[in-house]
């Protein structure tokens, strides 16, 4: 996937708008989220492996949040032959066009069905794995477990759900430590002490993170059983829940 170095917030900005998901971060969002999310790549791998194990045949995969496409794509390579179509979701537009451009670039015998919509309006039904890849973390608290509820109840019997978050923790200490290793992963992948501050303040008031036992309850309360983190690094985590 082409995409520019994400320079957005390297000069000083009079007032800090909040993160959107516009056009500008769009061009730029592969170098974002691979200089900012530890172990995102291994984690886009994965959920392909995770594909090729638990998409059965003549069912949906649903890619909610599909930003550039990474996971559809993914996906996409580990369930040819199985009559699948791929619905792929994402609410900002100008996500859309450039994943389109970039599953475009591959050819495959999977369909996908890209959607401009929100997530919380796409009905969920004859699935074997949803992705919720560092998505949920956006929507309103209180309608998070609404969303989960219509994933748990659209999703097949031994279907799977994959949820990707950044981590908050009720222990200070160890939030204090994590969130120290991710400034230094930051650091290391060339953002400036700017960046990192103009970034921080515009996601403040979009993205509100929720503890690993949160998402546990949420799991509960949306009716699934079976549900554990396959992947942590510092203050970012996957889990899978599966029904």
């Not at 000069?11 to 969002?29: I, L």
């Amino acid at each position: 996937m082409n995409s520019s170095q994400d320079t957005i917030y390297a000069t000083p900005h009079d007032q800090v708008a909040d993160f959107a998901f516009d056009d500008r971060v769009a061009g730029v969002f592969s170098d974002m989220i691979k200089r900012s999310v530890p172990g995102y790549g291994q984690i886009i791998s994965i959920i392909g492996d995770y594909a090729k194990r638990l998409v059965t045949p003549d069912s949906q995969v649903y890619d909610l949040g599909c930003s550039l496409g990474a996971a559809t794509l993914s996906i996409r390579r580990h369930i040819e032959d199985r009559r699948c179509t791929i619905i792929a979701v994402d609410n900002s537009a100008a996500m859309i066009e450039r994943c389109r451009e970039n599953l475009a670039a591959y050819v495959s015998t999977v369909p996908v069905t890209l959607t401009c919509a929100d997530i919380r309006e796409v009905k969920i039904e004859n699935a074997s794995l949803v992705v919720l890849n560092f998505t949920l973390q956006f929507l309103p608290p209180e309608e998070r477990d609404i969303l989960l509820r219509r994933i748990y109840q659209g999703l097949n019997p031994g279907g799977a759900l994959i949820l990707s978050e950044k981590l908050r923790f009720a222990d200070g200490t160890i939030q204090q430590l994590l969130d120290a290793q991710h400034l230094d992963f930051k650091r290391a992948n060339g953002y400036s002490e700017l960046e990192i501050s103009q970034k921080r303040s515009a996601l403040e008031n979009v993205m509100k993170t929720d503890t690993l036992e949160q998402h546990y309850q949420r799991f509960a309360r949306a009716g699934f059983t079976h549900a554990n983190v396959w992947f942590q690094c510092f203050n970012f985590a996957s889990m899978v829940a599966v029904k």
